[in-house]
């Protein structure tokens, strides 16, 4: 069985399957119809330069693809580098510097099929050995790169011939062509060791300054092996952490394109016929995590309690303006399509909630529950409005406000009862196995359940979707009854640009397409 | 004592200051909580990962083996490499300091004359009506908040009107035109915040000094007001203004840090603020130096001139 669609598609091929998948999707109303109006628009004009607000630029930033930490960085890295697999709108693989790949049998060995088109910026030909030495190093002993925890699954590579390469995996895993889609698994090129200020991937753009937190300038790669853009001459990033300032900039014309906008900044831009927002449903959550193995959340009755306090529907009206929608006990998203469809939303319900902490002996206890803006913005807001809806059913929150940079070390599975938030994540088992497996790092529920476990082990060798299906749907239905999460809400990812430019579409996996706005982007002066 | 001598005494006075600031500052980042490892990492913080990181970065050697090392390391002008990009963090400090210096010269160049002005004109005619409308003026402008300006100033020059760049992208290909664009509004913006402080003190040392015998001869005895207040009042009051001239500028170039994040400028406060965000330590280290030897240096041209204006403090009795 092969799983490329058919022959090696020029990105041009591509990009118009890509606007028709879209469509669809805008058709079952999962982007709004204002996400973009750029569709099916004149042909695309090379030249110009663009400036890009990125919401944040630190002394971290790197070109060094692994330690990728936020997705400002991503969004440079993905203009420099390119992927081996990249991800449709609609969460699939799609071939990109590789053009093909095949399982045997039990999906435990992979064999990948490159491009033979492809250059360097160094002018150095792609090959086996740069996938072999990319991924190796994200793998190493030595490796300090968060890809680790998935990418120590490959076992072995071996270069087949030199655009051919064959995986020897530790265990059957189907989900290996979309985990080569990672933000962080770039493409460098062999015996790269040298990353700061230069670099040379593959990508659309090449790199002209890269000094962190202070001058991002990217020019046109003129020998991409894509056959549609990159259109623009020069493109600049500019790292506006506040949120205000960088609306401001857009509105004031200083910048083209904003990532990340603020949801109350939204109604302003739409009232501006100057001004195009794009919006993009996805996975990307904010949760409460509730420890199984500590008081008082070990006990159902106080996760149940807890799950059914939660007014979601306010939380996304109020905190998140209507830019999301609200989620079940289970990490899975609506967008996903291993949805489970059958499980019924939980509802803000207080006699139940009411019902099951008196169950449990804490009625008007108070229970202390930690929170910070450090997972991601609006969630002290939003854990102020489960206070308040938690209150009218007989549960006392006792809210700690933590300061963001000692949330993750000083709280995080480490308190009985929590807020959180994760990434989105184009298939379950990315999200499963890392946060819900037994003695899993980032296991932050410790939630334990040696039935789950095997359906991950299982899920993950299965390559028939409809079995997979099932498989995926019990984990959620596991979670939902017994697990110590709660999703308040799947949060829209908003972005924005000026209308003279064209070409970014809206991307459930990341902002401004998926970080590759720049790809195909071009100004219409 | 001679004035060479009292001038070398304040400045070994400072540099032992700073070595006292450097050893306070180092403390103080050992006792956050955290550290580079586990800023950088964030939620994906595994015990495997801090302490891979630990390790490329030195970070379980003992404290006062890093802080001697550091320090060594300044004297002969290394102020290392930051933890986190591995990039010489004095090089960075000091195209940051240039940024945050260009910013607070202007603010000077504007400010200082303005609140100078503004204080004789007061001082000339004290509890006067334009006394009383100064003294309002500079209560109003004390009691808004900076950020507030700030905001008020781009929505409308920036957002609505569209003259001004809202956001400040310092590139160094930059000339004087482009640099008085994108510095309008900051400038303003901090004008506004030291000029009130700069005013009064200027008024309150004048009229001290009009009230004492000398002054009222040299008005007896028929010298025209502007003269009286230039050539002797404002001498004789300069001290006190020197001072809180000093203390302003140096404000400027540390603690604007809220100014410089709404305009998105690049200057040392900031650099500072990220850097503890993600603890790295040198960084933060060879900002807080560069604070403290601005506070110092600004504090002993405070005195030259308090020094070089008055004879008394030359000669004490």
Redesign the interface.
């Known amino acids: 069985m092969s799983l490329s669609n058919g022959g090696p598609p020029s990105p041009v091929d591509f990009s118009v399957s890509r606007r028709t998948i879209l469509k669809g999707f805008a058709g079952a109303g999962l982007l709004l119809p204002f996400a973009n109006a750029g569709f099916a628009q004149a042909a695309p004009k090379k030249g110009g330069k663009l400036?890009v607000a990125l919401n944040a630029w630190?002394?971290?930033?790197?070109l060094d693809p692994g330690n990728f930490?936020d997705s400002n960085n991503a969004m440079v890295g993905f203009a420099v580098y390119d992927l081996l697999v990249n991800r449709g709108p609609d969460l699939k693989a799609i071939p990109w510097l590789a053009e093909s790949w095949e399982p045997n049998a039990d999906a435990s060995e992979w064999v990948f099929k490159l491009r033979s088109d492809v250059t360097f910026h160094s002018g150095k030909r792609f090959g086996a050995d740069d996938v072999i030495y990319s991924y190796t190093r994200l793998k190493s002993d030595?490796?300090?790169s968060?890809t680790?925890?998935f990418m120590s699954q490959i076992k072995e590579m071996k270069k087949v011939d030199d655009h051919t390469v064959r995986f020897v995996l530790d265990a059957p895993n189907a989900d290996l062509p979309i985990t080569f889609s990672d933000t962080r698994v770039h493409i460098v090129e062999d015996g790269a060791t040298e990353f700061?200020g230069k670099a040379s991937g593959t990508g659309p753009f090449k790199v002209k300054t890269f000094?962190?937190?202070?001058?991002y300038v990217l020019t046109r790669n003129d020998h991409y092996w894509g056959s549609g853009g990159p259109y623009v001459d020069e493109i600049e990033y500019?790292?506006?952490?506040?949120r205000?300032?960088r609306v401001?900039?857009l509105?004031?014309?200083?910048?083209d394109i904003v990532m990340d906008l603020d949801p109350t900044a939204v109604p302003v831009l739409q009232a501006n016929p100057d001004m195009v927002v794009l919006n993009a449903k996805s996975g990307t959550h904010v949760n409460v995590a509730m420890m199984l193995d500590m008081d008082p959340t070990s006990k159902n009755d106080v996760r149940m309690a807890m799950k059914y306090a939660i007014d979601r529907e306010a939380i996304v009206q109020n905190v998140y303006k209507g830019f999301g929608v609200v989620g079940n006990d289970h990490p899975i998203a609506p967008i996903d399509p291993f949805y489970n469809k059958e499980i019924p939303q939980r509802a803000y319900d207080p006699d139940k909630a009411r019902f099951h902490i008196k169950k449990a002996g804490l009625e008007n206890t108070k229970l202390p529950f930690y929170t910070s803006d450090?997972?991601r913005n609006g969630c002290v807001a939003a854990t102020q409005v489960y206070q308040q809806s938690a209150a009218k059913c007989g549960i006392n929150l006792d809210l700690q406000q933590i300061p963001a940079?000692?949330y993750?070390?000083?709280v995080?599975i480490k308190q009985p009862m929590l807020i959180?938030s994760w990434d989105g994540r184009p298939v379950p088992d990315l999200i499963l196995s890392i946060a819900y497996k037994t003695g899993g790092?980032?296991n932050e529920t410790h939630w334990k359940n040696d039935k789950f476990d095997k359906l991950l082990v299982e899920g993950r060798g299965t390559l028939d979707f409809a079995k997979r299906y099932e498989i995926y749907g019990e984990c959620q239905r596991m979670l939902q009854d017994d697990g110590g999460v709660a999703v308040m809400t799947f949060l829209d990812i908003l972005d924005a640009h000026a209308s003279h430019v064209k070409g970014i579409k809206a991307h459930p996996s990341g902002n401004l397409d998926f970080f590759q706005f720049a790809t195909n982007v071009w100004v219409d002066a | 004592m001679y004035m060479p001598l009292l001038i070398a005494q304040r400045a070994a006075i400072g540099v032992a200051t700073l070595m006292l600031v450097s050893l306070l500052v180092f403390v103080g980042t050992e006792i956050l909580p955290g550290d580079v490892a586990t800023a950088i990492l964030g939620q994906g913080a595994t015990p495997e990962l801090v302490s891979a990181l630990h390790v490329r970065l030195h970070l379980d050697d003992p404290a006062y083996l890093r802080y001697l090392h550091w320090l060594g390391n300044l004297l002969v002008g290394d102020a290392g490499q930051s933890l986190v990009n591995r990039l010489d963090v004095g090089a960075t400090a000091l195209a940051r300091a240039q940024n945050s210096l260009i910013l607070t010269c202007s603010t000077a160049a504007v400010a200082v004359p303005l609140s100078l002005l503004l204080g004789l004109i007061a001082a000339s005619r004290p509890n006067s009506k334009v006394d009383r409308a100064i003294s309002a003026f500079s209560v109003f402008m004390i009691s808004i908040p900076d950020f507030l300006l700030a905001i008020l100033l781009v929505t409308l020059f920036a957002v609505k009107l569209g003259w001004l760049p809202s956001i400040a992208r310092i590139r160094s290909s930059y000339d004087l035109f482009d640099w008085l664009r994108v510095l309008v509004l900051p400038v303003t913006t901090l004008t506004f915040a030291v000029l009130p402080h700069m005013a009064r003190m200027t008024r309150t040392a004048v009229l001290e000094v009009l009230e004492t015998p000398a002054l009222e001869m040299a008005t007896l005895k028929g010298l025209p007001r502007w003269r009286v207040l230039v050539v002797h009042a404002l001498p004789n009051a300069l001290g006190p203004i020197a001072n809180v001239i000093a203390l302003n500028l140096a404000y400027l170039i540390s603690g604007v840090v809220v100014i410089e994040t709404l305009f998105n400028f690049p200057g040392l406060g900031r650099y500072m603020v990220d850097a503890v965000t993600i603890r790295d330590v040198p960084a933060v280290q060879i900002c807080a130096m560069l604070f403290c030897a601005a506070y110092i240096v600004l504090n002993l041209a405070a005195d030259i001139v308090a020094i070089v204006a008055n004879p008394r403090v030359r000669y004490p009795r």
């Open positions: 400036v630190t002394s971290s930033d790197t930490y030595k490796s300090t968060p680790k925890a700061l000094e962190p937190a202070q001058s500019v790292g506006i952490p506040d205000t300032a401001n900039a509105l004031s014309g200083d910048v450090a997972p940079d000692s993750w070390e000083k995080w959180s790092d980032y």
